[in-house]
Structures are given as C-alpha cells and as structure tokens.
C-alpha cells in the first residue's frame, strides 16, 4: 500500500485500453509543479497560500462554484469548535456578496457574529491575565463591529431598513471610536428617516 498526502499533484504520462477493456494511467508525482503552481498563487494573491487562502483565490478568479463546494468541505471536515470557522463563514460571506446572494451572505455573517459573541464569552472564561483578557475583548469587539457592519449592510441589500438600522445602533453602541460613532450615527440617522417615509 502507498499513501501519498492530501493535494499530491500527479502528471498524466499515458492511458492505455487493455485488452480485458481495463483502462490503465501511467501517472508521475509533479511535486515541482505544484511548488509553481503555489508560487504563482502567493504571488497572484500577494499573501501566504492556506487552505483558508485557496477558498479566497477561488472567488477571485470568479470561481464561485468552486469557492463553495470547497468552503462547504472545509465546513464538512473541520468540527464544530474550530477556530478557523469564523473565518470560513465570513470568506463565505465575502464570496456571496459579490455573487449578489445577499440572504447567503447574511446568514454566513449572522454566523460569524455568533462565533465572535461565543469567542468573547470563552476568552473571559478562561482568561486569567487582565492584559491578554483586555487584548483579548478590544479583538473581538473589533471583529464583533465588523461583522454588525456587514450584518447591517446586507439587511439594507435585502431592503430589511428596521433590522439594518438595528445592527447600525448595536454597532453605535458598542463603539468607543468617535470616527466610527460618527459614521454610525450618520447611518442610523439616514436608515431612520428613510423607515419613517416607508
């Protein structure tokens, strides 16, 4: 028996019908060519190529199909406590976004905004130090603020204003950030007006 790594790449050498009509391929490791292949990759991307990353490229070269079976498989393989999941379900809805899905990418954000309430709630559990868990809070609230952003813009797509103008004075609200309030209270005071003419 031989095992070879998830992603080994083969070069197809020959196939050959034999006379029992069995097909048979001759393959050859291209693990040279794969080296180049995520090279060129790194190099498209300006970044380190991941399994987290491949999703992304994906979406950038419009292969949307792909993106998602593959983030789909990532969801499929990973268990449920994974701390990649954040991401993967934001990289989702990122990707949905841009396919115009907008019920998609607001289910894939409402997911991601649980997973940093839960990742709040643990770093305080477990968190002895005050510096790591004061650290710890400012990141999540700035992830938490990020993805109330895309929660509410996704509900303005899906022409939801009140729930939009929820997520804009939830984000208002937990904000320290005078530029940020600044810019949340400009949206609140639009979706505002604009639910009141409706």
């Not at 130090?129 to 109330?148: C, E, F, G, I, P």
């Amino acid at each position: 028996m031989i095992v070879f790594n998830l992603g080994t790449i083969f070069r197809l050498v020959s196939i050959n019908l034999t006379p029992d009509d069995v097909w048979h391929a001759q393959l050859e490791i291209a693990d040279g060519a794969m080296q180049l292949i995520k090279d060129q990759i790194q190099f498209n991307i300006n970044a380190r190529l991941t399994w987290l990353t491949f999703g992304n490229y994906l979406t950038v070269l419009k292969q949307n199909i792909a993106a998602d079976k593959y983030y789909q498989y990532l969801l499929h393989i990973l268990p449920s406590d994974h701390p990649s999941l954040v991401s993967i379900y934001n990289n989702m809805g990122l990707m949905y976004t841009l396919m115009n899905n907008n019920e998609k990418a607001l289910e894939c954000f409402e997911k991601t905004f649980e997973f940093h309430a839960q990742s709040l709630s643990q770093a305080v559990e477990q968190t002895d130090s005050l510096m790591s868990l004061l650290r710890s809070s400012h990141d999540s609230t700035n992830r938490q603020l990020a993805t109330l952003n895309k929660l509410a813009e996704m509900s303005y797509r899906l022409e939801d204003y009140p729930t939009a103008l929820d997520f804009y004075r939830r984000a208002y609200d937990m904000t320290d950030d005078e530029k940020l309030r600044e810019v949340y209270q400009a949206k609140i005071e639009f979706l505002s007006c604009f639910c009141r003419t409706r």
